[in-house]
């Protein structure tokens, strides 16, 4: 899933300026709390392992590792929303199983796999990286807020106490309680200037130990393929299945039928030819019958226009047949390869079913562009909105169907609408001849 | 009158010459490839040409192709296309020009021979014969849409008649009403639909169109 608002690039004003720099530094702040949890379970976690062995930590273990784990998913997740730096869940899918042995099991993976190792790393070292990297602005600020507010403290307070140390001023007089204000100041500005740097630093250092290794990625990348080449084969299967069940139903009955009229009509032909006619005119609709049916079994395969003039032209030709008013805006360089044209055509099938179906609106506008690599369709109606992936199996189905080809569906759906369905599919375009269209 | 004929399949293209040949028409050629078709339709000028929309080398929508360009090289040459299955798209398509005499109907229509012959006679001459299932489709979609909604149900039936190419008689029999009936409805289907051409043929022509089209 990718997130639909690409993030804004304009430069930022100064005061805007000012509200970001406080923001990052106080989000650095929150983020030092985090090691609380961390260290926590770092030292639990240790603890038990040791306790494997006895019997007792197996039980503890595998609970305190997928504790450990949503901590580090949280900071993952903090630093993509914060810090613009996505993480990677780095974890291979936990083996099912019940009781004692898939405890074990799943113990045995947590315990072999890289990530828990570096997650565990992470947390011995997240509190010392944390206090240096995140909150270093936020300290630096208040600090720099303490000396600008020297001249008023000594007169309020400190001139009646020992005197005080401020960094490397010792404030005994006004004179040098005056001296902390601009020094205060400097290190006020130092903070806010250096927060979104720092915030990108830590960020940065946070993926260097949480994010996936090459090897976990090919790993998680082996899981993904065989589970959407399992869908993608579900799915054939029982597509065929549907097809058998059609033309075992549907035209296969009628040609069976026809034979028997037929034959009937022979026999009537000399003795009752009026009969014989009826029932050869009665022979004649159910082949017209037949032929609709395949017709329609064959644009449910791969619809002609698809073949004749590729994914523009076919998904027009589905828009005219549409219910609601459906404007297609195509700007492809060339067609892509079959089997993906199919399945993208098909995704905005049923994308339009739905909106049609459920969306209560009236207008369609679908867009499809190539970009970096990506055929790119992009479908919004102007409906009231509150689709969810979660809640509906259609828009799920269809997602799981485009993960066969690598691609992507991203929803966006507030109440009240507009719902904007976007689909990504990376593929290669140079390959094919230029669309006729 | 002249006929060009266009299909790949062997079996059906001599079916469909000895049928045509049978009803009086005369077949200048019969090709089986798009290439050859837009050759034969600008050379010989046909008064009319039946053409299969899947044709080699390409075995995609090449007849269809050719039809279109040689209307655009002979504007309001009369085209009949026929096809294993019909899209609304290439139905606007073929009456996107607004001079009529094209024809767009299912393959499966020339079992029936004598709606078929009366169809391309209807193409030759001028009018139009839309597949009744291109129009079911568009009833099916066209009910929300502005100007089509003013009209009444019996008008609807007589324009759907109509988009298929009958004619107001042919219209006035299906309907089991007056020649006279029909041609009220018609006239108050131009004006519904603002049509305000004097010539007939390309009145109807204009009413499919806009049937087709919706809203526009």
Redesign the interface.
């Known amino acids: 899933m990718s997130t639909l608002t690409p993030h804004s690039a304009d430069p930022p004003a100064r005061g805007r300026w000012l509200g970001r720099a406080l923001l990052s530094a106080w989000r650095g702040f929150v983020l030092v709390f985090l090691s609380v949890p961390a260290l926590a379970l770092f030292i639990t976690c240790v603890v038990f392992m040791a306790l494997v062995p006895l019997g007792v930590g197996l039980l503890f273990f595998f609970p305190l590792i997928l504790l450990l784990r949503a901590t580090a998913n949280l900071t993952r997740t903090a630093m993509g929303s914060w810090s613009d730096v996505p993480i990677a869940v780095p974890y291979r899918r936990l083996p099912q199983g019940r009781g004692v042995t898939g405890l074990w099991r799943r113990t045995r993976q947590a315990i072999t796999e890289g990530a828990t190792w570096r997650d565990l790393l992470w947390a011995l070292l997240y509190l010392p990286s944390s206090l240096l990297l995140a909150c270093l602005p936020m300290m630096l600020i208040v600090n720099g807020l303490h000396g600008v507010l020297m001249p008023f403290l000594w007169e309020v307070a400190y001139r009646h106490v020992d005197p005080q140390w401020y960094t490397f001023i010792k404030v005994d007089s006004s004179q040098r309680a005056g001296l902390a204000l601009p020094w205060g100041l400097v290190q006020m500005i130092a903070g806010l200037a250096l927060a979104p740097w720092f915030a990108r630093v830590n960020a940065l250092w946070n993926r260097s130990l949480l994010a996936p290794t090459k090897e976990a990625e090919l790993a998680l990348r082996v899981q993904h393929l065989t589970e959407s080449r399992t869908d993608a084969v579900d799915a054939s299967a029982a597509e065929l299945r549907r097809i058998e069940r059609d033309l075992h139903d549907g035209a296969q009955a009628r040609l069976v039928a026809m034979g028997m009229n037929l034959g009937a009509a022979e026999a009537l032909l000399s003795t009752d030819p009026e009969a014989a006619r009826t029932l050869l005119a009665e022979t004649?609709a159910a082949?017209?019958k037949a032929?609709h049916e395949l017709?329609d079994l064959?644009?449910g395969i791969h619809p002609?226009?698809l073949?004749?003039?590729g994914l523009g032209?076919a998904v027009?030709?589905v828009a005219?047949?549409?219910?609601l008013?459906v404007n297609v805006n195509v700007t492809l360089p060339a067609r892509p390869e079959l089997p993906l044209e199919s399945a993208a055509y098909f995704a905005v099938t049923e994308v339009l079913t739905n909106a049609a179906k459920h969306s209560g609106g009236q207008h369609v506008e679908i867009d499809l562009t190539y970009v970096d690599g990506k055929l790119r369709i992009t479908v919004t109606d102007d409906g009231v909105g509150g689709a969810d992936l979660m809640k509906g199996t259609g828009l799920r189905g269809i997602e799981r169907r485009l993960d066969t080809f690598d691609g992507t569906l991203a929803l966006d759906s507030p109440e009240g609408g507009p719902t904007t369905v976007i689909m990504e599919l990376p593929c290669d375009l140079s390959s094919r001849k230029t669309s006729?269209s | 009158m002249r006929l060009v004929l266009a299909e790949d399949l062997a079996l059906l293209r001599d079916g469909l010459v000895r049928l045509l040949q049978a009803h009086g028409f005369e077949i200048v050629a019969a090709v089986d490839n798009g290439p050859e078709l837009l050759r034969a339709l600008v050379e010989h000028k046909p008064d009319v040409a039946v053409v299969d929309v899947r044709l080699p080398p390409t075995f995609t929508d090449e007849g269809l192709q050719a039809a279109l360009e040689a209307r655009r090289r002979v504007p309001g040459l009369p085209i009949l296309v026929l096809s294993q299955y019909v899209e609304q798209l290439y139905a606007r398509e073929l009456l996107a020009d607004g001079t009529g005499a094209v024809g767009y109907l299912l393959k499966d229509r020339v079992f029936n021979t004598d709606e078929f012959v009366d169809a391309v006679r209807r193409v030759a001459s001028g009018g139009t014969a839309m597949d009744p299932e291109v129009i079911s489709k568009l009833l099916a979609r066209n009910v929300r849409d502005k100007p089509l909604a003013q009209l009444t149900p019996r008008e609807r039936e007589v324009l759907e008649l109509m988009a298929e190419g009958c004619s107001n008689a042919a219209i006035a029999g299906r309907l089991f009403v007056s020649e006279g009936a029909v041609s009220k409805h018609t006239t108050n289907i131009f004006a519904k639909l603002s049509i305000d051409t004097s010539d007939e043929t390309n009145r109807r022509v204009l009413a499919v169109l806009a049937y087709l089209n919706g809203s526009n």
Not at chain 1, 320 to 323: C, K, V
Request: charged share 45%.
């Open positions: 004649r082949s017209a032929l017709r064959v644009r002609p226009v073949s004749d003039r032209d027009r030709a005219l047949e549409s219910p008013d006729l």
